[in-house]
């Protein structure tokens, strides 16, 4: 009887696992605020479903990214800006709590070209998980803390791996991202201001999707 008890409750925590779990689009395009994917389960600590959507300009060419996937809580419903010595990157986010639920249009957040008296380093390379500063960059608008961060990007038997140095805003840092999408190591990630550090995994998914479509 004992051994039957115990096999039926082991049975219910299943159950319940399985009906609580959140199922979510998984997917990245260049069209805006719309992309088809495959359907995945959200670990227990994802009660969200996210979209996000980003804009990169880099000299003459802009990228702009859309995304989906499962997400906790503290990524949800924020805009992001970050900027470094070769690119400018604004994006937003959006969740919604139901299975395969759509989070409808996302409107980037607005530009703000005011500097706002923060200097960063900044450095950009490519094939290294390290950059040394090599110029400081003026922050503007929201952007009020250094950021530093390598990342390791892999399609196939390809593997790049970037550094870079540069300003980015308060909630790109205070982020508790633990990644959307596969294929990305993160090697490091430091935000500073005076003496706080902070860590993140936001920026790496940015990077992650802008560099897929570079290899694509």
């Not at 805006?32 to 003459?60: A, M, W, Y």
């Not at 596969?182 to 992650?208: D, K, M, R, W």
């Amino acid at each position: 009887m004992r051994t039957f008890l115990i096999s039926g409750v082991c049975f219910l925590s299943a159950l319940i696992v399985t009906v609580i779990s959140l199922k979510c689009q998984q997917c990245v395009s260049t069209t805006e605020n719309k992309c088809e994917g495959t359907e995945i389960t959200c670990s227990t600590s994802e009660n969200n479903c996210v979209s996000l959507t980003t804009e990169t300009i880099v000299g003459d060419t802009k990228v702009n990214v859309f995304a989906k996937a499962c997400s906790a809580s503290s990524e949800c419903n924020f805009p992001f800006f970050m900027t470094d010595g070769n690119s400018k990157t604004r994006g937003a986010t959006k969740c919604c709590k139901s299975d395969n639920c759509e989070n409808g249009v996302i409107s980037l957040p607005n530009v703000n070209n005011t500097l706002n008296g923060l200097q960063c380093p900044s450095c950009n390379a490519v094939g290294t998980d390290k950059c040394e500063k090599s110029s400081t960059i003026k922050c503007e608008g929201a952007e009020n803390r250094c950021i530093y961060y390598s990342l390791t990007v892999s399609k196939g038997t390809t593997k790049i791996s970037t550094a870079t140095r540069g300003c980015g805003s308060e909630n790109i840092c205070s982020s508790s991202q633990t990644g959307l999408f596969h294929g990305a190591t993160l090697n490091f990630f430091e935000c500073s201001s005076a003496s706080c550090l902070y860590h993140s995994l936001l920026v790496p998914i940015i990077v992650e999707l802008y560099l897929i479509k570079l290899l694509s």
